[in-house]
């Protein structure tokens, strides 16, 4: 083709990309761009400074750009590029997965690669199901997920997830799912600090669903350990022992899905070391590679890895993995990620931090049409009051409002929800709540 065919690029037309989870037209027509990030904060395509208060899409724990982190991407992919996984290995990757093992709570040492939080979710929910087939329970099929919950965008993860917006175009999804309800109890725990006191009983919903389908059919309960997508629901006191308590009782695989919380979101390495309760399983993405690389994973219990180590030697025991497990470049970022959250303390960080962030999040709760602010660790949600008729748009112009106001936070409907990096200075938060509270005002 001679140089006179190519048609030239024009740097700003945006049409060709279809935009996830985005309204495209809307943005096309008034796009906001980043261009640049370092630590806290992002450099927008004007050349404005923007504070980050959500690492990025709550993954960006350890701040943006970090030189080590950086540099061992840079010097892994000039020594090996790729490597296949299935059924050849390369150190890195086990030594990570070494590491994770010893990070991970209890006996959950155990640990298969993915490359994002909704192949972690698949991941997980075809291990409980194989399991469960393998120990002479095959009439274990019924996966339980919750009302409101996020598990990403796998058809396994929307069969079990509960945001109507994210299953009901997509057809009958997987059979034989249920829902426990979920935890949002404004009513009675509106503006609650931490852990809410009302609501362990909605636990038992699960004895309710076992009595219904038979414990029998039940393989494995799923659900976020604080919910972070529907607007930031931490679990009310005790209803997390309950749900293990539950499903101990019945032989029911237990999942904590901590793409969110893992990696010091709630001031410990996992929510589950957080509350105390250990799941059989947990998956996890996002803060593992610092969000450098994509990369997610799943921790197995050594006695559901144990059982499924059966049959001959030679037989491959698990029909399950991708291409790019354990792929070089992200074995390396998040290596390279862990190192940063140990040498600067940076879970610990996290805790340290918590409850000044609670305090300051909570003085929010003056500004107009908040009717409810929760938090938990270093991540909080409010609820803005939706305007009569359009749910939504409030959330969306306080986002907007807050962005170029110079913070970014996150939008889910009327909630907003912020969940700023580790490393983030005291000074910083003020910033944030400074904002927020005047975009909620201006938005108002
Ligand atoms: N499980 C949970 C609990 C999640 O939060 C996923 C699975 C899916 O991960 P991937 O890597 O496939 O996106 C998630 C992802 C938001 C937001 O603003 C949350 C997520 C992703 C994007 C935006 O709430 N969570
Ligand atoms: N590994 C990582 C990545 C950590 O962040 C931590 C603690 O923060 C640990 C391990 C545990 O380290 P130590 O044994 O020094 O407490």
Redesign the pocket.
């Known amino acids: 083709m001679s140089k006179a065919a190519l048609k030239p690029i024009d740097t700003n037309n945006l049409d060709a990309m279809w935009m996830p ?1 985005s309204a495209n037209r809307q943005f096309k027509r008034t796009p906001r761009l980043l261009v640049g990030a370092k630590d806290m904060h992002y450099t927008a395509s004007d050349g404005r400074t923007i504070l980050d208060g959500t690492a990025g ?2 993954c960006v724990n350890a701040g943006h750009c970090r030189e080590p982190i950086v540099e061992a991407i840079r010097a892994q992919a000039a020594k090996m590029d790729f490597a296949p996984a299935f059924q050849m290995g390369h150190p890195t990757a086990f030594e990570l997965a070494a590491r994770l093992s010893q990070m991970a709570p209890a006996d959950l040492g155990k640990v298969f690669f993915t490359n ?6 698949d991941t997980a929910l075809k291990i409980a199901l194989a399991y469960h087939q393998v120990a002479g329970q095959a009439t274990r099929k019924r996966l339980i997920g919750r009302s409101r919950g ?4 796998g058809f396994g ?1 929307i069969s079990v997830g509960g945001m109507v917006n994210n299953r009901k175009f997509f057809g009958a999804l997987l059979p034989g799912v249920d829902h426990l309800p979920h935890t949002h109890l404004p009513a009675r725990n509106a503006f609650s600090r931490g852990q809410p006191e009302h609501g362990a009983e909605l636990a038992d919903e699960l004895e309710r669903i076992v009595a219904l389908h038979d414990a029998s059919t039940i393989a494995a309960v799923i659900v ?1 350990p604080c919910a ?2 529907t607007g930031y629901l931490p679990p009310p006191k005790g209803y997390l022992q309950r749900l293990r308590e539950i499903c101990t009782k019945y032989g029911i695989l237990l999942i904590f ?1 901590e ?2 919380t893992g990696f010091g979101r709630l001031g410990a390495a996992f929510a589950a070391e957080h509350f105390g309760v250990i799941p059989d399983l947990m ?1 996890v ?2 803060g593992i590679s610092n969000a450098t690389v994509p990369m ?1 994973g799943v921790f197995v219990r050594k006695p559901v890895y144990e059982t499924l180590m059966n049959g001959p030697e030679n037989a491959i025991e698990l029909f399950h993995g991708y291409t790019y497990s354990a792929h070089p470049l992200a074995c390396a970022a998040a290596s390279a990620v862990l190192d940063i959250y140990k040498t600067e303390g940076l879970f610990q960080r996290a805790a340290e931090l918590s409850p000044y962030w609670e305090d300051a999040v909570h003085s929010l709760k003056s500004a107009p049409g908040v009717t409810d602010i929760r938090n938990l660790g270093l991540a909080a949600g409010i609820d803005l009051e939706s305007r009569p008729g359009a749910a939504g748009a409030r959330g969306y112009d306080t986002f907007v409002k807050a962005f170029e106001l110079g913070v970014m936070v ?1 939008q ?1 409907g009327d909630a907003l ?1 912020m969940s700023p990096p580790l490393v983030i200075e005291k000074n910083q938060i003020d910033e944030i709540i400074d904002i927020v509270g005047k975009a909620i005002k201006q938005a108002a």
Not at 116 to 121: A, K, L, R, T, Y
Not at 150 to 153: A, C, D, K, N, S
């Open positions: 989870f899409l709550w994002s939080g909704s192949e972690s979710v996020y598990h990403g965008v993860g976020e972070g997508s899905d793409v969110i998956t993405a996002k997610g996150r889910a929800a």
